[in-house]
T-cell receptor, first 115, second 115 residues
Framework: DGGITQSPKYLFRKEGQNVTLSCEQN?????MYWYRQDPGQGLRLIYYSQIVNDFQKGDIAEGYSVSREKKESFPLTVTSAQKNPTAFYLCASSIAGAGGTDTQYFGPGTRLTVL | AQSVAQPEDQVNVAEGNPLTVKCTYSVSGNPYLFWYVQYPNRGLQFLLKYITGDNLVKGSYGFEAEFNKSQTSFHLKKPSALVSDSALYFCAVRDRDTGRRALTFGSGTRLQVQP
């Protein structure tokens, strides 16, 4: 899992609540990513950011929001608009540029359960 | 659009036997290909990647993968399986010609190595 930390490891949310998942990296990487993992579906991209103060929607951004105020941090907020938020959430980072050859390194994940 | 197919949900192999985990991809341009491994309730660990050059790529823990452009495949192999190799394996692709930053993942293949 290298220099990427995610917290908390487990998170429980009541319906209608917003929750924020933390992701921090000390690898000096420019790019950061959020993926959602559901059983049998692999990983799906929620949001990514290539530079501070800039981010783009991924394939399943609805019901989620992010910010990128610092290079080291890329928090994900799961809003009440996300209809089925129970999943395993993975944060990743990589060096930007490199013509797309960069490797993404993953954090240990946060398991979110809606009660 | 880019996509990855991992046709086997599970692969069973006896310890000491060779193993193969299959992956085929689809991109409009040329691919960058990656393999990751995931242990229960953990993040993904990078194994190896194909960028260019030699079609046989060697990676961590004795794994290797062969890029076959004509068959659009990137199968993961290991000459002699260990019980500790039992895990979930993901293949991922990035199209080097589209500029899409994030990876597209397959649905994963669970490898079970029996003692």
């Amino acid at each position: 899992d290298g220099g990427i930390t995610q917290s908390p490891k487990y998170l429980f949310r009541k319906e209608g609540q917003n929750v924020t998942l933390s992701c921090e990296q000390n690898l000096n990487h420019d790019a950061m990513y959020w993926y959602r993992q559901d059983p049998g579906q692999g990983l799906r991209l929620i949001y990514y950011s290539q530079i501070v103060n800039d981010f783009q929607k991924g394939d399943i951004a609805e019901g989620y929001s992010v910010s990128r105020e610092k290079k080291e941090s890329f928090p994900l907020t799961v809003t009440s608009a996300q209809k089925n938020p129970t999943a395993f959430y993975l944060c990743a980072s990589s060096i930007a540029g490199a013509g797309g050859t960069d490797t993404q390194y993953f954090g240990p994940g946060t398991r979110l359960t809606v009660l | 659009a880019q996509s990855v197919a991992q046709p086997e949900d599970q692969v069973n192999v006896a310890e000491g036997n060779p193993l193969t985990v299959k992956c085929t991809y689809s991109v409009s341009g040329n691919p960058y290909l990656f393999w990751y491994v995931q242990y229960p309730n953990r993040g993904l660990q990078f194994l190896l990647k194909y960028i260019t050059g030699d079609n046989l790529v060697k990676g961590s823990y004795g794994f290797e993968a062969e890029f076959n452009k004509s068959q659009t495949s990137f199968h993961l192999k290991k000459p002699s399986a260990l019980v500790s190799d039992s895990a979930l394996y993901f293949c991922a692709v990035r199209d080097r010609d589209t500029g899409r930053r994030a990876l597209t993942f397959g649905s994963g293949t669970r490898l079970q190595v029996q003692p």
